[in-house]
């Protein structure tokens, strides 16, 4: 499994039972500790293979540092954050690579295993697939207001407790139970990674915004112009491929497309197993779980948003 449906990670069979899964991600700084940058950085990397349904393994650290700029103290504290992200997770961090660079940069290329029947991609989605959502928006608005200088201490802090959370257990639950496919919400925001989806799996995509939770301050702040370059190039992105409902605002429109990191999962599900997933969900402590739609028959990508 390659690039052609724009899936999370790549596949390679090994076997009749065992398949690697490759990724890699890197991001600057998205809040002020070096050490939750660290921790957040991974959590971000890992989820790629969670979303595909596999067990990461390995992964090698990609740093870039700006050496004799920044003290090496603050090289540690991130390495130390991912480090023990990593040790949550079960991932061995065996070895890496660093470079001088102007800005700090950290991630992982990341490996792990999953069985080639059990592979949870993109293009999987059927008509009538209800889609369940794991992780609340805003994390992008919320952290551009970090860098100026608007999003008030606590909200900061619940962002960053959001983006720490590992996809684990939202990947071993729908898992479990058995899905038609999954991506996770990232850098090209929910209605992006939903296109992707929905594009792939050949269906249309039908969103209510009533039940999709969004973390504290985000309208506000999206209102403040909190907006990262990022979401707004999602946004003029999406424009051809969404229909919202007159009733939606503006702000609303941004955070559907806002860039998260670290983000939730957004999982297609057979109808007669959405109340297994959410007891599944449930069972590992996963909140908010949110149903936000549903695939529909249609062309190919397209989504309609509804209130």
Do not use: W
Request: proline fraction near 7%; include cysteine; glycine fraction near 12%.
């Amino acid at each position: 499994m390659g690039i052609s449906t724009r899936d999370d990670a790549a596949v390679y069979r090994l076997s009749d039972d065992l398949a690697l899964v490759q990724t890699v991600d890197v991001f600057t700084p998205v809040v002020d500790d070096p050490f939750q940058y660290g921790a957040i950085s991974v959590a971000n990397a890992l989820s790629d293979i969670y979303a595909m349904g596999a067990r990461p393994l390995l992964a090698l650290n990609i740093v870039g540092f700006p050496r004799g700029k920044l003290p090496l103290d603050v090289l540690g504290e991130i390495l130390r954050g991912g480090a023990a992200k990593a040790e949550e997770a079960g991932v061995l961090i065996v070895g890496g690579h660093s470079i001088d660079d102007p800005e700090p940069k950290y991630g992982l290329a990341v490996t792990g295993t999953v069985h080639p029947q059990k592979i949870v991609t993109n293009a999987g989605g059927r008509p009538g697939d209800v889609l369940v959502l794991t992780k609340p928006l805003g994390l992008g608005v919320i952290t551009t207001g970090i860098k100026q200088g608007k999003t008030p201490p606590a909200v900061a802090d619940a962002a960053i407790r959001v983006m720490g959370i590992l996809n684990r257990a939202a990947s071993e639950a729908m898992v479990e139970v058995g899905v038609h496919a999954c991506t996770d919400i990232t850098g090209f925001g929910l209605l992006g990674h939903l296109h992707q989806l929905a594009a792939a799996s050949g269906v249309a995509a039908y969103i209510r915004v009533s039940p999709i939770p969004f973390l504290p301050e985000a309208h506000a702040l999206a209102r403040q112009g909190a907006i990262a370059g990022g979401t707004a190039r999602n946004f003029e992105f999406l424009q051809d491929k969404v229909s919202y409902d007159e009733g939606i605002d503006e702000e609303t429109r941004l955070l559907l497309a806002d860039a998260q990191t670290s983000g939730g999962l957004l999982i297609a599900v057979p109808p007669d197993r959405a109340a297994a997933l959410d007891a599944a969900l449930q069972r590992r402590g996963v909140s908010p779980v949110a149903h936000v739609g549903e695939l529909t028959a249609g062309p190919a990508g397209r989504i309609t948003v509804a209130p």
